[in-house]
């Protein structure tokens, strides 16, 4: 969800209600302790330099139970840390913690907001993995042409 998208779902939302990326509840109580810029600058496996910034907010359950975060509280917020984004319509990622600290992308589920799972992923895939093709011609070429083991002597 980028920062757009959640600015209207709070201008049209009287509660908030997050909801895990498993279907639990997060607690009613929590609190949004800080939202800012995450950027990560970085190569990646193939060499190639890369750049990323989202906005992040960070979601804390404490024992203050009688705490509710308003859509106008949350809106504000992320007003004021709105210099740090440079004008950007980023997406936003919610960190949560349950075992660990985890990262989650947000989207809109009705009248709910949800966590979404991330995933690792090769950005040069096209440099780590070879083709099939490629893997094709390399294990034909491993194969003798005569003999007990070629395609054409039927012991396969």
Not at 19 to 35: K, L
Not at 55 to 75: E, F, G, N
Not at 136 to 154: E, F, H, I, Q, R
Request: proline content about 4%; some cysteine.
């Amino acid at each position: 969800m980028k920062l757009s998208a959640l600015k209207s779902f709070l201008e049209n939302s009287s509660e908030l209600h997050l909801i895990q990326a498993d279907g639990q509840s997060v607690p009613a109580h929590f609190h949004i302790t800080e939202a800012g810029l995450t950027t990560k600058h970085f190569v990646d496996c193939g060499g190639t330099e890369r750049l990323e910034k989202n906005i992040s907010m960070q979601v804390w359950v404490a024992s203050d139970k009688d705490h509710r975060l308003t859509p106008a509280k949350l809106s504000g917020i992320l007003q004021k840390a709105e210099l740090l984004f440079g004008g950007e319509d980023l997406e936003v990622e919610v960190e949560y913690q349950t075992d660990t600290i985890g990262r989650y992308g947000l989207k809109q589920d009705g009248n709910f907001l949800k966590l979404t799972s991330k995933r690792t992923q090769c950005l040069a895939l096209d440099l780590c993995l070879p083709s099939p093709e490629k893997i094709y011609k390399d294990l034909k070429n491993l194969v003798p042409s005569t003999g007990c083991c070629s395609p054409a002597s039927g012991c396969c």
